[in-house]
């Protein structure tokens, strides 16, 4: 099996660095490559992305493009089988491929693998899974708590693409990422296109890595945008797919942020979250 991991770049150099640092570190018995689409970078990561070697191969575009359309450039540039969607603000930590890999052996109905992530900036965990929530938007499972309540794999509606493995063909084979979404919502989108397919998505708990959310300039831009976009598409499935296991455990979610800081629930959601458990 070949690997292609695609990393998209915009103005982060140094955590760039520590990206690219960590992943020689950690990949290693694995036949792979590592494809960067630099989104016309100006703080100097194109200096560095320059000086660069094999595995390494970098596309420089000439007009910003997003995340979605980088994402895409990357497969369709890609030698391998396999692809390694990866954010350039993460840290891999050691271990964190094999569990990935190891899913696509034990499951046949595998769309996305994703993985556990740390943040950083809030000293907890960002992502352990996504579901619908309440406002049928998909939400972190996991978002501020403290400990991993699970082992193993688990599958859910869709994952984070911060850092996922998905097979070239069944990437491709959807056309990659909906390039209009700019910079948020294309994964759960493609997620929810794949489940309609009979694929899952699952995480698998024993890889772990550091993710610094949200890192490059403008992330968040177009949240609005491509949250309307997303529910003009999928509000009516969602609400007739949205069951009662999830609802409890978006009611679970909500309730483990602050278990060990009370004062931070907010009253009328921590309500809420009571009732869901009903």
């Given amino acids: 099996m070949h690997l292609s991991i695609c990393i998209p770049t915009y103005n982060a150099a140094e955590m760039t660095k520590a990206c690219f640092h960590s992943l020689k570190e950690t990949v290693h018995d694995v036949d792979y490559e590592v494809i960067v689409v630099d989104d016309l970078s100006t703080d100097g990561t194109r200096d560095y992305l320059q000086t660069l070697s094999p595995p390494f191969r970098v596309i420089y575009n000439e007009t910003r493009k997003g995340f979605a359309a980088n994402n895409n450039l990357a497969a369709h540039e890609a030698r391998g089988d396999l692809l390694c969607l990866l954010n350039c603000d993460t840290v891999l930590k050691k271990g964190w491929l094999e569990p990935m ?79 209009a979404y700019l910079n948020g919502c294309e994964d759960i989108d493609l997620c929810l296109k794949l489940d309609a397919r009979g694929y899952r998505h699952y995480v698998a708990y024993q890889s772990r890595i550091e993710h610094y959310v949200s890192s490059s300039p403008g992330r968040n831009d177009r949240n609005r945008q491509n949250e309307e976009l997303f529910l003009s598409r999928w509000e009516n499935i969602l609400r007739t797919k949205r069951t009662d296991s999830e609802r409890r455990l978006c009611g679970i979610n909500y309730l483990g942020r602050f278990l060990d800081r009370p004062w931070r629930y907010n ?3 921590l309500m809420r979250a009571l009732l869901d458990l009903v």
């Fill in 101 to 179: 890999l190891k899913a696509f052996e034990i499951y046949s109905d595998v769309g996305f693998v994703g993985n556990v992530q740390w943040s950083p900036k809030t000293g907890r965990y960002d992502h352990m899974g996504m579901l619908v929530g309440g406002d049928l938007m998909p939400t972190h499972f996991g978002r501020y708590w403290r400990f991993v309540p699970f082992q193993g794999y688990k599958a859910w509606d869709a994952v984070t693409a911060a850092c996922v493995l998905i097979r070239k063909d069944v990437f491709l084979n959807e056309d990659g990422f909906d390039e």
């Fill in 267 to 269: 009253f009328f959601k």
